[in-house]
């Protein structure tokens, strides 16, 4: 049995219908499948509609039309409804629509707008380096949620997002650098290893050593033997992290003497490594003092 959707009164609200007449949102999809441009444009006016779920109903049944959805979403994507902007630029990022990222990349940077990361997430899943550049702008912006929702869409975006993140992070103020090296960390191309070691003096080096560490390059091990005598026992503790799939023979007593490090995860960490380095196993003293073998999080 189809399921019937009275919004009689909600769709007088949001302006969607002006008639008496009850909803029938599977007749609607029916008869967008069939090519109704009425019936597509009511269904992309219906993700307005908060109550009972709807919106939520429609954006399934919208992402199901696939393409041809697209050109009536486009007409809404900058609606002053917030929910409806949201669902149109997330339908527009599931459809993978390139048409979409001039808009949605001109949204992603209209700080007066909330929930952002809406926009970030649906260039990521758009997936071309057209929308690169808003990307790594919304790298230093405000919200933290636009800036972790953008770190993800460049690490999605992969191999493409390399050489523009390491041009970005050249000069990049510190909130966005932390992100490009993040992303650059993640993506894990041999390309990043020269401009994170000119990275490891600055204010973002935990993030740094973190990245080394994923990009699992020897060529980075004196700068992660440098970082474990860091005065911050945060990036001591990520130079110690790194070094379990970078270091050789000559991490070993260094990561021996951190083992004594004043602060326990640096020594679990220490030992995690030296175990991954030497094959064998070691324990540290955990913050109660006693003597544990690390879990192994290494595959």
Known sequence: MRHIYFLLLLLALSGCQQSNEPVDLQALAGKARGGDNAALSKLVELLAVDANNVNDQVYGIVTELGAGAVPALLKKVNSADKSQREHVIAALGSLRAQEAIAPVSQIL??????????????????????????LLQALNDDDSEVRKY?????????????????????????????????????????????????????????????????LKDPRAEGALLKGLVDPDWQVRMKAAMALGPVGSAA??????????DDVHVVREWSARSLEVITGQHLKYRNEKGEYVTPYSIYH
């Open 109 to 134: 940077g209209d700080k007066s707008l909330g929930r952002r990361y809406v926009a970030a997430w649906a260039l990521g899943e758009i997936g071309e380096p057209a929308g690169i550049p808003a």
């Open 150 to 214: 953008a770190t993800r869409a460049l690490i999605k975006l992969n191999q493409s997002a390399v050489e523009p993140l390491i041009n970005y992070l050249a000069t990049a103020p510190p909130q966005g650098g932390a992100g490009a090296i993040r992303a650059l960390g993640d993506i894990a191309d041999p390309r990043a290893l020269i401009p994170l070691l000119a990275q490891v003096e600055g204010v973002n080096r935990q993030e740094v050593f973190l990245a080394l560490g994923k």
């Open 251 to 260: 991490a070993v007593a260094p990561l021996q003497r951190t083992l004594e």
